[in-house]
Every structure is written in C-alpha cells, then in structure tokens.
C-alpha cells in the first residue's frame, strides 16, 4: 500500500483524539445525568467525528430499548488539554428494537377499518372517479348565452339538411333526463379503472375460483335466488338474496354457485291423499245404544255373598 493511500484514508477517517477518548468518566457522568439512574451500562466503543471530536457509546439498560446505546460526544478546542462536552443523545443500534416505518393513513387503511361516524375523505384525483353529467356546464335556457347557442344550432342543422338528411339534435332536458335514469346526476362517477378494480375485488371474494364455488352444483346465472345489477356490470354480477347463502346481501359473480342455489336440490311434493269415497247406495245400521253383551266384562246376575269369617 502506497503513503499517499495512506495519507488518504486517514483523512478520511482520522484516529480518534488522545485526551477525547480517554474521557470515559466525563462521557458517563453526562449520560447519567441525562438517564435515569441504573439504566447506563458498559462503555461499548468509542469513535471518531472529526478532529478533537468523539463520542463515547454506552450500553442502555432500560427496559424497552434492547440495542440501544447512549451516544455521548465530547471535543476539546485546538491547543487545549480541557476536554468539554459537546452532546448526549438516545441511538439505536444495529439491533435495536425499532417501531414499524410509519405509513399514510391512505395505505395503512384496509377495508372494514371504517367505523359509524368516520369520515374518508376521496382525492380531487382519485383515479377510481371521473366528472360525471350534472348538467352546471351548460347556461340557462333563457340566458343570453342560451340564446345565441340556439341560433347557432339552428343554423348549423340548417347548413347540414341541405347536404344530408339526419335526426334531430338531443336537447338538453332529454339528456338530463336520461342522465337522471343512468343515475349520472352527480358531480363525479366511477370510471372505468374503478370498476375493473371493483370487478377484480368481488370475483375474489365471490368469484368462480372460490373453493365454495369449485363445489357448487350450479352457478349463481341459473339461480332464482339472484338479484341482476344494472348498467355495465349486470354482465358479470349480481346480488345473492338467499338468507341462507353464504353471499347473502353481497355482490356476487354469475358464474359463482353454492349449494343453496335454487335448483340443486328440490324438495318433492308430498303425496296428495285420494279423496274420501262415501257410498251413497247401501245404508248401514248405527243403533242408538250398544247392546248388553256388546261390553268386554258379561252381564251376570249378583253371585250370593260369602261368609268371610268377619264379625
């Protein structure tokens, strides 16, 4: 190894001071002073910081804060033989029990952490969400504005009757009142990503790769018991409306299945008993009272009585 390598590297990390690093009692001292009595262990190493700069390491006893170290720097001025104290402070060790990196609220909530009086709040951003149809972008029907759009409507339908023949334009209370039907009235709807994540989280909970439906006699497209949705998704979904299903009140594939499916086992009717034939041609005799020898004990006159022998 060349000198210059040397020289190099020892500037980089210069050897810690003579008088600083024998300052073990006065790196002590001050770590107890700002600990608890008892909770300062061993010195356990000493390293450099720069010149006439140190700090000291000593064990932490206290309890909660296994691989801590108490760092205690000290530093002396250039020329000076009086070492003075520069810093303590609490630091965890390669080993040290350290509390879980903190996470936003926004990747930490899960779903069913939400409880009656929370509020989450939705990012101006959110990917999940487009503009929907509210119907605020257009003017008034008797602005102004209104107005000169109207004319000018009407002579672009004009212009365009006399090259080709087409329908007439929607006007605005129509549209509102489709909008209104689709349920698109609001200020933001789903977008198309989030129904791909809404689909791709209800096939995993009620999805045909469930083990409930890999066992299922039938799927849930064939069942009564199903409650279609509307719009796009009633392609794929629907509601399950058996109380007895495991999916009950929950959005569920078609091509999910249970064994409560409304066809996999039906009950047979029971029997209808023939109706009661009476014979209306033959007249059978029903006496009044019984006859005397009709009884399960015969009529038989008072045997005479018995001596016993009793006074």
Known sequence: MSAATTRSRTARTPAPDRLCAEAVDLARAAAEEAAAPGVVGEHVGVISEGDRVVTHFFECKEPGYRGWRWAVTVARASRAKKVTLDETVLLPGSDALLAPEWVPWSERLRPGDMGPGDLLPTEADDIRLEPGYTGEEEPPPNSAVSEVSHEMADLVDAEDAELTTRPATTSRGSIAAVADELGMRRARVLSRYGLHTAADRWDEAFGAKTPMAQAAPASCMTCAFLVPLAGSLKQAFGVCANEFGPADGHVVSLSYGCGGHSEAAVMPKP??????????????????????????VPAEADAPTEDLGHS
């Open 271 to 296: 029997p209808k008993p023939a109706p009661h034939a009476l014979d209306t041609v033959q007249v059978d005799e029903y006496p009044l009272r019984p006859a005397r020898d009709s009884g399960s």
